[in-house]
């Protein structure tokens, strides 16, 4: 009887062990993902030149950067 119940006691303590890992695990994987989504938000400022000759209208932006 004793035999039983040490064996019912470490396999809950393996079940909380592996539990508690895969918590760990979820909650690391969820905050890289909030960092990532975070750091998507970031603004970078942006520049735009128009150049207006009367013939050729032209605007363009490309990679932040204003081309001719």
Known sequence: MDNTIE???EAR???MQTALILFA?????????GFYIY?????EPISMSA???GIVNKLEQVN???ND
């Open 64 to 66: 932040g950067k204003a």
């Open 25 to 33: 695990a979820l909650f690391l994987i969820c905050l890289l993902f």
């Open 39 to 43: 750091q998507s938000y970031k603004q």
């Open 13 to 15: 303590k393996a079940g």
């Open 51 to 53: 150049i207006q000759d």
């Open 7 to 9: 064996i019912i006691r």
